[in-house]
């Protein structure tokens, strides 16, 4: 079960477009869209499945989502019933990222908001004592239209850029210090180890690559990425391992090799460091066979 894309119906005018959602079941299947994302959990609890990382999610949580990041809400099911336990509301905004970083990106006030954005590529949670403060914004925004409505946004976007203890919740994303608009060398980097990153890859073959020692490769990498090298791949190879899990046609071993990872041992390791479960329990969560008690 691969990620597939979806389309949001946008309006032709309105930034941001604002979803209810009152439902037994969120949009389960692992997808993703061009649009950004902000929803606010109004009832129900499960497991958010985002890029290469599960985390648990429950009423009153936000979570901010990149363009085209994989992504999906698992409610959490009835051991006994098979049912889920809580009717699923929410409040969701989406919006053109493009659109609303380009027409920032000359106002040095908003410099804040454009990094926001950007760090969103991974996925972001804001700590619940400040999304209990943000529920009011995203209610006021259910209610309001026109250039007031973008007005209040942008305030929502500036109130959540000035946490400092925000997280990012996935590190397969590539986040925007490494694509090649911002850093070409670092993005033709990064470009080698995805599609090396099945194979034996090494530290020389890299350097090599980017035409440097190791040594200085090394120093480079790290002070343009804040990831060693190693830590990059084993990222890259993490997210690999996930969109092949989602395919039921691979067992565990075909996910491990097929991955870049050399041995099963190593590969339980750093999948369950990455993302807190074995690669099998990863599985069953996803298919919505591991239910809680």
Not at 45 to 73: I, Q, T
Not at 121 to 134: E, Q, T
Not at 154 to 177: E, Q
Request: charge should be positive; charged fraction near 25%.
């Amino acid at each position: 079960m691969n990620a597939h894309q979806y389309n949001i119906p946008m309006a032709q005018f309105g930034t941001p477009i604002v979803e209810k959602w009152v439902m037994d079941s969120f949009y389960e299947p692992m997808h993703f869209h061009s649009e950004f994302q902000i929803t606010l959990i109004k009832k129900g609890r499960g497991s958010l499945f985002v890029g290469n990382k599960v985390v648990p999610y429950k009423e009153g949580d936000l979570f901010l989502f990149g363009k085209n990041l994989p992504h999906a809400l698992k409610p959490t099911m009835d051991a006994t019933e098979s049912s889920v336990l809580n009717t699923c509301k929410a409040t969701t905004l989406f919006f053109d990222q493009n659109k609303i970083e380009d027409s920032l990106r000359t106002i040095p006030e908003a410099s804040r908001i454009v990094k926001l954005l950007g760090y969103a590529a991974h996925g972001i949670k804001i700590p619940r004592s400040k999304a209990k403060y943000l529920n009011g914004h995203v209610k006021e925004l259910t209610d309001t239209s026109g250039l007031d409505k973008f007005l209040l946004f942008l305030k929502l976007l500036n109130d959540i850029s000035k946490n400092n203890n925000i997280r990012a919740l996935s590190s397969k994303a590539t986040p925007k210090s490494m694509s090649k608009k911002a850093n070409p060398k670092v993005g033709d980097i990064c470009d080698f180890i995805k599609q090396n990153h099945k194979e034996v890859i090494t530290l020389n073959m890299v350097s090599d690559f980017a035409n440097m020692s190791p040594t200085g490769f090394c120093r480079f990498f790290k002070a343009k990425t804040n990831k060693t090298f190693s830590q990059y791949l084993t990222e890259v190879r993490i997210g690999s391992a996930c969109e092949l899990l989602h395919n039921n046609d691979y067992n565990i071993f075909d996910c491990c090799y097929g991955s870049g990872f050399n041995n099963l041992s190593n590969f339980h390791k750093h999948f369950k460091k990455h993302t807190g479960m074995s690669p099998l329990e990863y599985r069953l969560k996803i298919n919505d066979k591991l239910m809680d008690c």
